[in-house]
């Protein structure tokens, strides 16, 4: 069974480094149930093609499995489809043979490791039982481009049927992190078959290769109970964890087992904290006279739907990575009711403030209202260099929660965030000294405020920073 990706990009063979395999070498793997070989049979400045080919060992397999009462010896498991087509082994050789590239670290490269890249990837013999459908309700949503050809013998063996084995392509601009996290949770799914037990630790693999891009996945559901081999309780279990990952569904869920909503907007309504919010941003993108915004996390466009009414912006990007809501705001924005001279101003793009990505950079500003609170603490290193470094915009304007306002809010229990989703909310001297470390780090000036009521000894429900580059 074999796969190949190729990327496009300047300096293709870079691929060679991600991958931590020389371009130049054929490599070997031994591998408990056969052996893997990764060799790059195209290379040149623009292009560069790995093939990563496995050979199971159907014989070995069957011994392996059969034990003193096994069930080996019986003809069937000798002749199964195993060695050719790409299954659950594949997986286990995609992370034993690049499980550097998979956990997103090159040693050489470490800023393409983040960097979006055009990859192509050819699978040419993919079993899916569900189908072409099934292997386009997987992937498109992720943003790919997919080619389907099934492998029908059924003109030869009439009698056969159907085959589910499928000739594939997929195209898609992605961090090879992630393109290598789809392949290696969604190969399998679509096989539907693992050969190996399915224990409690497939849970936190799901979650580790999937928490980033699988939250929002309109199949996330299915995608899991295939995973983990249709074992209930752990599907269960990995739901919801992939629930308190996004936003909208932590908010059901909650709300579906009784506990108390602690929904941002419930608890500041009273305040219309979100419209002075919307209103202060606006005037602060005003203030410098900026033709073009970005809006990171764009959630489901209640300020691009501001922006879009001031004239002299010419230029207005929303990036999100949830689908659910870029959806939403698509829907918000009505963008297929605008006229064409309003419609050709505004972009809606799915991406990930975790990675760099060319197409933030060159606004005049860039927006991250109430976003930051969002990402886990460990990675926000990454965050702050995909958007002071690379997008690097002239001005920046940032708002998150202050945290010592939390008091005031009844109904919020001490000692909780303001919604399940936060990983941090920060005290306005905590935010001061992350934007002055920003600030002199990356060529800024910076600038404080409070937005909403001010409690004199507390402060003000959010606080705002406005960057402008030195
Ligand atoms: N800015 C919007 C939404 C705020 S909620 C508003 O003010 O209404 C936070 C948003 O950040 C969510 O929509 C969430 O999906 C998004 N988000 C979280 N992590 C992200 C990431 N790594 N990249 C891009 N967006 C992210």
């Known amino acids: 069974m074999l796969l190949t990706i190729t990327a496009t990009m300047d300096r293709a063979s870079d691929l060679g480094f991600l991958l931590h395999k020389h371009p130049d070498r054929v490599h070997r793997f031994d591998l408990s149930f056969g052996r893997a070989t990764i060799f790059y049979p195209e290379l040149d400045q623009a292009r560069c093609t790995v093939c990563l080919l496995v050979e199971v060992d159907p014989v070995a397999l069957v011994r392996k499995r059969s034990g003193p009462s096994g069930e080996g010896g019986q003809l069937a498991h000798y002749v199964n489809d195993r060695p050719y087509a790409v299954s659950s082994f594949f997986s286990v050789a995609l992370a034993e043979t690049f499980g550097t590239a998979m956990a997103g670290r090159s040693k050489d490269r470490p800023d393409l490791a983040g960097s979006i890249i055009p990859f192509e990837v050819s699978i040419p013999v993919l079993p899916s039982r569900g189908g072409e459908d099934l292997i386009r309700a997987l992937f498109e949503p ?61 849970v936190d693999k799901l979650i580790r290769r999937g928490g980033d891009w699988l939250p929002n996945h309109p199949a996330r559901d299915q995608i899991a109970r295939r995973y983990l081999k249709h074992r209930k309780s752990l599907t269960r279990l990995a739901i919801e964890r992939l629930a308190g990952v996004d936003e ?34 606006v005037e602060a993108v005003q203030a410098v006279g900026a033709k073009s915004v970005v809006d990171l996390g764009c959630g489901e466009g209640k300020l691009l739907r501001e922006l879009l009414k001031l004239r002299g912006l010419d230029r207005i990007l929303g990036m999100e990575v949830s689908l659910r809501s870029l959806d939403a705001a698509s829907g918000r924005l009505d963008l297929e009711q605008l006229s064409p001279s309003v419609r ?50 002239k001005s920046v304007v940032v708002t998150t929660p202050n945290v010592e306002y939390n008091v005031r809010f009844e109904g919020l229990p001490s000692g909780q965030f303001r919604h399940p989703d936060h990983r941090f909310e920060w005290s306005r001297g905590e935010f001061r000294r992350w934007g002055e470390v920003m600030a002199s780090r990356f060529g800024y000036n910076v600038r404080f405020d409070a937005v909403g009521p001010v409690d004199s000894d507390l402060g003000a429900p959010t606080q705002m920073a406005v960057f402008v580059e030195r």
């Not at 481009?145 to 589910?164: I, M, N, T």
């Not at 990930?352 to 976003?371: C, H, K, N, P, Q």
Request: charged share 30%; proline share 3%; with cysteine.
């Open 142 to 202: 992720l943003g790919y481009a997919v080619d389907v050809r099934r492998l029908d013998l059924d003109q030869k063996f009439p009698e056969w049927g159907h085959s589910r084995y499928f000739d594939v392509k997929l195209a898609g601009r992605f961090p090879l992190q992630t393109l290598l996290e789809h392949l290696y949770v969604l190969i399998p799914v679509l096989d539907d078959e693992k050969h190996y037990w399915v224990g409690d630790d497939e």
């Open 248 to 281: 909208d569904a932590a908010i059901e869920n909650s709300a579906a087992v009784g506990k108390p909503m602690t929904r941002e907007e419930d608890l500041e309504v009273g305040l219309s904290l979100n419209e002075q919010r919307l209103q202060r941003v």
């Open 344 to 393: 050709s101003r505004i972009e809606l793009i799915h991406g990930s403030l975790m990675y760099r990505d060319r197409r933030l950079s060159g606004f005049d500003v860039a927006t991250v209202i109430e976003v930051i609170e969002h990402l886990d603490v460990a990675r926000l290193k990454s965050f702050e260099r995909v958007l002071f470094e690379c997008a690097r915009p």
